[in-house]
């Protein structure tokens, strides 16, 4: 059986405060912190997302736009990145909240969304 909702890996620029406000409307996601991953670069943070089934949120559109490219040209698959602008969290997170309440894993899959 399919996963119906996203569940969201924070890369390391994104504030904790987001994880916190999306889990507390029943939302999944973790922090790089929580997950061990501080100082990874970003392609292990997102082969880390990809392993664990999960979306990641980060700030650094350039190098997360690079690496879907990667991940494409390679036919490899990813769970999704979207990429915040800097704003401040609840911002973020309600933000956030649009796209978990309206699209499913299976549309997130190898998607690149920007709020």
Same mark, same amino acid.
């Given at each position: 059986?399919? $996963?119906?909702?996203?569940? #969201?890996?924070?890369?390391? =620029?994104?504030?904790?405060?987001? +994880?916190?406000?999306?889990?507390?409307? *029943?939302?999944?996601?973790?922090?790089?912190?929580?997950?061990?991953?501080?100082?990874?670069?970003?392609?292990?943070?997102?082969?880390?997302?990809?392993? $664990?089934?999960?979306?990641? #949120?980060?700030?650094?559109? =350039?190098?997360?736009?690079?690496? +879907?490219?990667?991940?494409?040209?390679? *036919?490899?698959?990813?769970?999704?990145?979207?990429?915040?602008?800097?704003?401040?969290?609840?911002?973020?997170?309600?933000?956030?909240?649009?796209?978990?309440?309206?699209?499913?894993?299976?549309?997130?899959?190898?998607?690149?969304?920007?709020?």
């Amino acid at each position: 059986m399919n $996963r119906l909702f996203i569940h #969201l890996f924070l890369d390391e =620029d994104v504030d904790v405060l987001i +994880a916190k406000l999306i889990r507390s409307r *029943g939302y999944s996601g973790e922090t790089t912190s929580e997950a061990g991953q501080i100082s990874c670069s970003d392609a292990a943070q997102l082969a880390f997302a990809t392993r $664990r089934q999960m979306a990641i #949120l980060t700030h650094n559109r =350039d190098d997360f736009e690079a690496l +879907a490219r990667v991940y494409c040209a390679a *036919g490899q698959s990813h769970c999704g990145i979207i990429i915040a602008v800097r704003r401040p969290p609840q911002e973020i997170a309600r933000r956030l909240l649009v796209i978990l309440d309206g699209v499913t894993v299976e549309e997130m899959d190898n998607q690149v969304l920007y709020i």
